[in-house]
């Protein structure tokens, strides 16, 4: 479950008690590792039984995991730094990049093996992206990360046949349509209270965003906030009606207060995901986490995002028709690696676009406290943990892509698996994922804000009062109107 609510450490500290565990830091035992992990929707069962495995394998150091799902732990004992932080190290979700400076690079981690019987470093071991996406401004790799969950639309496979699936976003406005011709309900999804991933909707949307764009320009000019001209941070840039726009204009069109479920105003991610996991919509939002976070087995399936359609104007081809692209689409799923439907460019253009999904790897950081006297042990436990024996470990239990290969991940046994792990897979080998990179403009990375800068998006197209009601356009002028109120502070302080 997504975290978006920032806290500050003076609330935390004014509202919670100083923690009583035992010392780590610079102040316990060096050979004992103090290991917090934030227990959300991939659980801890698999952490605790990789800590047991480690404490069985070696004498020389002892690994103690805690667990809570309170985000307020990260941010608190962060901030009582070296005299007081009691942990070693983190698994967990992080809002804020404050205290940054004072975590442990772990290149030499990254570079070494995780066993010296097999026959890859722990870096060449990982899924396409994690590992560009870790590096910062100097080069440096100050995390890893323990989830590889893919986001995006999650259909109940009883209401939307798997080839009924849309390749593109005009193909999934017609099958809304359809579904509410037919009496059901195509969307549930549940409530943001205060903007914030927009009831997971910018999973989505920033997808659309970014094959609209091209990943080049999603990494290197939005999310370094760089104009044309090389400056950043460029408030021209953040306002630049790119493929953010356009994906806010399919958002316009398929969501509708016709085409939700009434539960959508619910905060309750809980309650929500419930309903729509019983079959009261045919679609919401969601993550690769969602069966094991509710306990359920219900028969769904997640979809590659569809392509959206106004990709055209970007192409060579500016004319082609969305049956056309659609075409296209199929066959980049069937691995096809050109088409006589189009030109090369268009092609390529087209198959990055399909394998663009989100992954919000990036609420799934595992990072260290440089200050802490337990390096050794932290970094050992760190290669113990990417060992193939551990890494099967985390996918036996959860039935999920972890971050890292196996060095033969035919040991895998998916045989079992349902649809929706099986598709978890699927997704995760396919294409190269949107993560969130260390490497930003520190505008996004001091102030907690998205690409949109958390204004409100879903709820906007769905209100039921229609004074609350917003366009695509109006969207899109509450998003420049809080860039151009803020951008003096974000900028000059």
């Known amino acids: 479950m997504k975290q978006t609510k920032t806290l500050t450490l003076l609330s935390l500290l004014a509202a919670l008690p100083l923690f ?43 690994a103690v995991l805690e667990t809570n799902n309170s985000v307020s732990t990260i941010t608190k004992t962060l901030g009582l730094g070296a005299t007081g932080n009691p942990y070693d190290l983190y698994f967990c979700y ?19 093996k995780a066993d010296e019987k097999e026959s890859m470093t ?56 359809n579904l509410s011709a037919e009496g059901k309900t195509p969307w549930l999804f549940f409530n943001e209270p205060s903007g914030g991933s927009n009831g997971y909707w910018n999973y989505v949307s920033d997808a659309w965003a ?48 016709s085409t939700v479920h009434k539960q959508c ?63 296209i689409v199929r066959e980049v799923d069937e691995g096809k690696t050109e088409s006589n439907l189009c030109s090369a460019k268009d092609f390529a253009r087209i198959q990055e676009a399909r394998g663009v999904i989100v992954n919000n790897a990036a609420e799934q950081y595992i990072f260290a406290p440089s200050y802490s006297n337990a ?32 060095t033969d ?16 897979f699927a997704i995760a080998n396919a294409g190269k994922p949107v993560l969130l990179p260390v490497r930003r403009s520190p505008v996004f990375r001091q102030y907690s804000m998205n690409i949109m800068n958390n204004v409100v998006t879903s709820q906007s197209f769905i209100a039921s009062n229609p004074k609350d009601r917003r366009n695509a356009d109006q969207v899109w002028d509450t998003f420049i109107t809080s860039v151009e109120e803020h951008w003096k502070d974000w900028t000059e302080q």
């Open 210 to 257: 970014t094959q609209y764009d091209g990943l080049d320009y999603h990494y290197n000019k939005l999310m370094m906030l760089e104009d044309d001209n090389g400056v950043s941070p460029s408030k021209a840039a953040f306002e630049k009606k790119d493929g953010r726009y356009q994906a806010l204009k399919v958002m316009e069109k398929v969501l509708t207060p």
């Open 20 to 62: 009583g565990c035992a010392k780590g830091g610079n102040q316990g035992d060096p050979h004992t590792i103090q290991i917090f992990a934030w227990d959300s929707g991939l659980g801890t069962e698999w952490l605790k039984e990789i800590v047991t495995d480690f404490n069985d394998s070696q004498t020389e150091y002892r």
């Open 375 to 406: 390096i050794e042990g932290t970094k050992a436990f760190l290669r113990f943990y990417s060992r193939d024996e551990e890494i099967l470990r985390y996918i036996n239990t959860l039935h999920l892509p972890a971050t890292s290969h196996l």
């Open 94 to 112: 992080l809002g804020s990049f404050e205290h940054y400076d004072d975590f442990l690079s772990l290149d030499d981690v990254y570079d070494s």
């Open 265 to 327: 105003t619910n905060t309750n991610f809980t309650t929500v995901q419930t309903l729509f996991l019983n079959g009261e919509a045919a679609m919401s939002i969601n993550g690769a986490w969602l069966l094991n976070e509710n306990k359920s087995s219900a028969d769904v399936s997640m979809m590659k995002t569809p392509v959206i359609s106004s990709i055209v104007e970007t192409l060579e081809d500016k004319d082609m028709d969305d049956e056309t692209l659609a075409k």
């Open 122 to 177: 722990i870096k060449e071991k990982l899924y396409d992206g994690f590992y560009d996406a870790a590096e910062d401004e100097e080069g440096n790799h100050k995390f890893m990360y323990y989830g590889n969950s893919a986001t995006g639309i999650v259909y109940n496979r009883s209401m939307i046949k798997d080839e009924e699936v849309p390749v593109t976003t005009d193909e999934l406005e017609a099958l809304v349509t």
């Open 409 to 424: 991940d035919s040991k895998i046994d998916m045989s079992s698996y349902p649809v929706w792990n099986k598709q978890a």
